[in-house]
């Protein structure tokens, strides 16, 4: 089986200018999450997606950060414009739902993001 | 509100030495619990879990039972090896929308 497929690995940009985050999750995983982790800290949920549904965003700077997750299946995470402290390893994972509360969560690779 | 607290590193211990990494939570409800671990250079990979109270999680030697009583997840583990050095991190699964809550990790260093 598949697992969490990310791209690109590495990226470096200058401040304010844009970069974006494509995650394939695994084959008929139906919630998929994106997480920063910023060096030294615990992932931070950025947001939830329930199949091609936003389930929670509250954590996402909304002015800055944007996602979307068309069809339900792969997902882009896009930053504009990025600022220095946007540095972190951005990570997706998905879960099937039908396992809402026991089943473990998959993680991609991640995305390390440097911003200078 | 619902949260973590996992006991702060890094860990050095020498090989066959005892580990306890301590986690607790706060929730309104009764969480699944799970620990994560990070191996240098790899991804978050799921360790063990429990999903109710009185479970015992294990797998590769480390266990953690679910205290509900205090509302804590403690990793443990009798003989450490080198291969166990990593980032562990705490996970409560709770909140509305069914989240994962990851503690701030705590990097274990395993000498020889």
């Known amino acids: 089986e598949a697992g969490v497929a990310q791209s690109p690995r590495y990226k470096i940009i200058e401040k304010r200018q844009s970069v974006a985050f494509w995650c394939n999750p695994i084959s008929g995983h139906a919630t998929l999450y994106w997480y920063q982790q910023i060096l030294g800290q615990g992932p931070k949920l950025l947001i939830q997606f329930q199949n091609n549904g936003v389930v929670d965003d509250s954590q996402l700077p909304k002015d800055r950060f944007s996602a979307e997750r068309l069809k339900g299946v792969d997902s882009t995470l896009k930053i504009q414009p990025a600022k220095l402290e946007d540095s972190a390893v951005y990570l997706c994972?998905?879960?099937?739902?039908?396992?809402?509360?026991?089943?473990?969560?998959?993680f991609g690779e991640g995305s390390r993001l440097t911003v200078l | 509100g619902d949260s973590v607290t996992q006991m702060e590193g890094p860990v050095t211990l020498s090989e066959e030495a005892f580990l306890t990494i301590n986690c607790t939570y706060t929730a309104t409800g009764y969480p699944s619990l799970f620990w994560y671990v990070q191996y240098p250079g790899e991804g978050l990979q799921l360790l063990l879990k429990a999903t109710k109270a009185d479970d015992k999680g294990s797998n590769k030697g480390f266990e953690a039972t679910y205290r509900k009583e205090t509302t804590s997840f403690h990793l443990e583990k009798g003989s450490v090896q080198v291969s166990d050095s990593a980032v562990y991190f705490c996970?409560?699964?709770?909140?509305?929308?069914?989240?994962?809550?990851f503690g701030t990790g705590t990097s274990l260093t395993v000498i020889p």
């Open positions: 996970a409560p699964l709770m909140g509305t929308g069914n989240q994962f809550y």
């Open positions: 994972a998905s879960r099937t739902a039908g396992h809402a509360n026991t089943g473990e969560l998959f």
